[in-house]
């Protein structure tokens, strides 16, 4: 599948973020073309997130960084947030 744009509203803020799917149930996310982890899921409603501190060093993405004077939220893939941005992918694939 090829990457896709999102817009979810993060701690009353909305974020466009670049999806790229990877192997089934696993998308890297993508802010201001830096990556700011990974979402997983087994079946569409309940997701989990792996921070950029976990994932491979070698990947061949640029790592997000948060800016304070240009980012007003740092978004930060755990808890809610990766529920909110976990049904916005659901929802863009339909499901």
Sequence with gaps: MDPFNIIVNLDGQKFDLNIHPQE??????????????E????????????????LDPELELPMYEYDGSIDDVRIILEGEHAQQIGRAIADYQGG
């Excluded at 996310?29 to 982890?37: A, F």
């Excluded at 079946?43 to 976990?54: L, N, V």
């Design 24 to 37: 089934s149930g696993v998308f890297k996310v993508l802010y201001h073309g830096g990556l700011v982890g």
């Design 39 to 54: 979402i997983h899921t087994d079946d569409r409603e309940s997701w989990r997130a792996t921070s950029i501190k976990d």
